[in-house]
């Protein structure tokens, strides 16, 4: 047995011996091959690179401790030298690299990579450069799947200060390597190495980044990503905004990419988005990072950078970055679940416990978000100083706008439990700002939608979805949250004002164009309404008044609108918060005292506009509009006129002026007779007004209300009725013998009839209940009637004969006069 040792161990001596000869004869052979590098002859450095390509193809198997002297020869090329002696040792990479890399021992592919990076620096081939790219994709792919080797055997060769000095795993120092070097090849002088480069750097992260511990991701951020986007971002500001034409020679290139800086633009671009990505798909590695919340902030930095430059296609790049590290998913992705096969069993334990972990992110992480958005929010859309009209100002484009408001719906979720009213005004300001904001050339306006046919520009969607998600975390929120509700439809109703005004953008001269239309916020305002009607917030911030007082813009240009049938939306929405709203007014009086005045002139403005129908219109649409006129009135009659007690005097009786004014038939042309015209009479408006005048015109039968009759309505239907006798007299007798329009006599016909009917109610009243001044005011009218006998109209005489009817209970004889003591 101890034969049998000793003999084994002097076997293992011999072979040491054996093998340290075998390395000492490689190091010489190879030793003085290296030494050739030093010679700048061309010639010589050709023969030295086929003899290496000559080694690998015959002794290649057997080379172990001769790589790093292999490897120095083909990676001892320069830029100096010729293209045909970079192509030979490239040729001697690619071998080793397709062929050689299981053999090569661990501690020598740090130098595998080092040489193919220098490859992708050189510059004389392109072609080359884009190859080794390609070669360093393939070494991550072999450290990937020989992970478990490749660790194990740097390990066991590593000494305990060297892996001090490393300050992280030997393996996670091969990845490092691997990183840096691409990244120092993402801000090549070249676009196409740039831009191959950094997706092949990002797409590596992504695949193989699982495999990093804790502390190496640390490095990543801070030796390899943060520094590249401090690099880019320095190189692409400092870069010409000039085409250089001898630079491309006979290339023809895109316009887009045509310049150096749009050309930094696509790699700013692709480094923005690359790093986001890395933040969003590797967060579960970056968030137990001790410093991570200021790599989240230097990142926030970078993106509100390139946010705010004038390069369209960086700037809205630098958004849908924000967007992506803002789009957090609970769920695990597909692609963790393929990472994990490539861990080892403490870190996917380790992982499966931080995901049972609520994966947000610490509230002041998204507060900082939410700073640099309204940052972004607030310069992007600040108006620019115009001082030279014939200098080409920048405005931010549609598409960045958009983006940066589809932005705040994700951010909101992660800022909602500190969501206070001061953030609400501050997002109202970037909201109206960026809808001001007008499209180049001409301004787009915030119109109003065209009723029932609703389309809205993708802005306007944006701004639409981001209220809609604020309304439903307001309603479901505490008490504190809903006292938003007056900022909040303060927001809704300046879109109204947008939609029929132009908003002004600083100096810059707005242009509204034709068909833009803008967002269903008018419909909003009612649904918001419809469920906050009864809120405290909602009636002590006077918001139906505001209401009012915002729609009474469009209404009072009807006709004259920028959409033609903008008015529809908003006499419609109108009449449905106002069935809401007014009992809610009569229960609590003292908080809608300046709302009743207001409702009067809107009213007033609405049903005798001042902007004149269109030429164009139709009978038909016409009719149509008088039927909603009519619709404002039966709403005047069954909401207002029948709770008369609870409302001001003063709004009362402007409502009975205004039935007044409308139960008199008017036409288009100055013109007694006008046969055009009298097509487009409001006949039935007029006489909707006149049945209304006339029905709180009765008197009431109840014993409770005996003797009640609504005063102001009396007077003001005899006062109308006196009118339209008058001027029937006046325009019959101008009119000769050609006969008045039809609408006119049904018109008289339909004013005798309600004094027939006013006379005979106030004879059933209690003579205490009807004051003197409106017998006399009856009485008056008799003259009148009696110029009316010549009418040969049958039902206007008709008519006339039942009310002269009437008059027989009036007439008396005098009383009996004592003159001078004489009957």
Not at 415 to 439: E, G, H, N, W, Y
Request: charged share 20%.
């Amino acid at each position: 047995m101890l034969l049998d040792k000793q003999k084994a161990g002097f076997i293992l001596n011999v072979l040491n011996i054996k093998w340290l000869l075998y390395r000492k004869l490689q190091t010489c052979i190879l030793g003085p091959l290296q030494e050739l590098s030093t010679i700048h002859q061309p010639d010589i450095r050709q023969r030295q690179l086929e003899c290496i390509l000559q080694i690998l193809h015959n002794n290649g198997d057997k080379l172990v401790h001769g790589w790093p002297l292999v490897l120095g020869v083909i990676g001892a090329v320069t830029n100096d030298q010729g293209e045909k002696l970079i192509q030979t040792a490239f040729q001697s990479l690619q071998l080793v690299v397709t062929d050689f890399l299981p053999i090569i021992p661990c501690q020598y592919l740090q130098v595998c990579v080092e040489v193919a990076a220098k490859f992708g620096l050189q510059h004389q081939e392109l072609n080359i450069s884009l190859t080794s790219i390609g070669l360093l994709w393939n070494i991550s792919d072999f450290f990937y799947q020989n992970r478990e080797r490749i660790a194990k055997e740097l390990e066991s060769d590593l000494s305990e200060n060297d892996s001090k000095k490393l300050g992280m795993p030997a393996f996670d120092s091969l990845w490092m390597c691997l990183y840096s070097k691409l990244g120092k090849l993402c801000v090549d002088q070249r676009p196409a190495i740039r831009k191959s480069a950094g997706q092949t750097l990002f797409s590596m992260i992504s695949a193989h980044g699982s495999l990093l511990y804790k502390d190496t991701w640390q490095k990543v951020l801070w030796q390899v990503l943060f520094p590249l986007l401090a690099d880019v971002q320095k190189l692409s500001s400092q870069a010409s905004n000039v085409r250089d034409d001898a630079a491309t020679g006979n290339i023809l290139i895109h316009h887009s990419r045509d310049t150096a800086e749009k050309q930094w633009a696509e790699t700013r671009v692709l480094t923005l988005a690359g790093v986001a990505r890395t933040f969003n798909s590797k967060r579960r590695f970056l968030q137990p990072i001790g410093d991570f919340p200021r790599a989240w902030t230097l990142l926030l930095e970078y993106l509100e950078t390139a946010s705010l430059c004038q390069s369209a296609e960086v700037s809205l790049a630098a958004l849908k970055s924000f967007q992506e590290i803002l789009q957090i998913s609970k769920d695990k992705p597909e692609d963790q679940k393929i990472e994990e096969d490539g861990k080892s069993n403490e870190q996917v334990q380790s992982n499966k416990l931080s995901s049972d972990v609520e994966t947000e992110y610490d509230l002041s992480l998204w507060t900082a978000a939410w700073k640099v958005w309204l940052n972004i929010g607030t310069n992007s859309t600040k108006p620019p100083k115009v001082t030279n009209k014939s200098v080409k100002v920048y405005v931010p484009s549609q598409a960045f706008l958009t983006a940066l408001i589809q932005t705040f719906p994700y951010l909101f979720e992660h800022i909602k439990p500190r969501f206070v009213t001061a953030d609400l005004q501050k997002l109202s300001s970037v909201l109206q700002m960026a809808l001001s904001v007008p499209v180049h050339g001409d301004a787009s306006p915030f119109i109003i939608p065209s009723y029932p046919d609703i389309t809205v520009t993708p802005l306007q969607e944006a701004v639409l979805q981001a209220m809609d998600v604020l309304i439903k975390a307001v309603h479901s929120g505490p008490e504190q949250m809903q006292s938003m509700y007056p900022d909040i439809y303060h927001q809704l109703l300046t879109y109204v004002e947008y939609g029929v005004r132009v908003p002004k953008y600083g100096q810059i001269e707005a242009k509204a164009f034709g068909t833009v239309k803008g967002p269903q916020c008018v419909e909003m305002v009612v649904d918001l309404y419809r469920i906050t009607a009864r809120h405290t917030a909602v009636i002590n911030g006077h918001i139906l008044e505001n209401i009012i007082k915002a729609f009474r813009l469009p209404l009072s240009y009807k006709y004259g609108c920028p959409s033609p049938t903008t008015w529809m939306l908003v006499i419609n929405s109108l009449l449905s918060i106002l069935t809401i709203g007014l009992p809610v007014a009569r229960k609590h009086e003292s908080s809608f005292n300046g709302m009743w005045s207001e409702l009067a002139q809107t009213f007033e403005e609405f049903l005798f506009s001042k902007s004149p129908s269109l030429p164009t219109l139709s009978v038909e649409d016409f009719q149509r509009d008088e039927a909603i006129d009519c619709k404002v009135v039966q709403l005047i009659r069954d909401d207002i006129l029948s709770h008369t007690c609870s409302m001001p005097g003063d709004f009362v009786k402007k409502i009975m002026q205004l039935l007044n004014k409308g139960s008199i038939h008017a036409t288009p042309s100055d013109q007694f007779i006008d046969t055009e015209s009298s097509r487009k009479l409001r006949e039935e408006f007029a006489k909707t007004c006149f049945e209304t005048l006339l029905q709180f015109s009765f008197i009431s039968k109840s014993q409770s209300e005996e003797g009640s009759i609504t005063k102001v309505a009396v007077l003001s239907l005899l006062q109308r009725c006196q009118d339209v006798v008058k001027k029937y007299v006046e325009d019959e007798r101008l009119s000769g013998k050609c006969p008045l329009p039809r609408p006119r006599l049904a018109e008289m016909a339909s004013v005798l009839k309600a004094i027939t009917t006013l006379i005979s109610s106030l004879k059933k009243a209690p003579p205490g209940n009807v004051e003197r001044g409106v017998w006399n005011q009856v009485i008056q009218l008799y003259p009148s009637l009696v110029d009316c006998t010549t009418s040969p109209s049958p039902s206007v005489c008709k008519a006339l004969k039942d009310v002269l009817h009437e008059y027989k209970d009036l007439l008396q004889p005098l009383n009996t006069a004592t003159q001078n003591g004489t009957v």
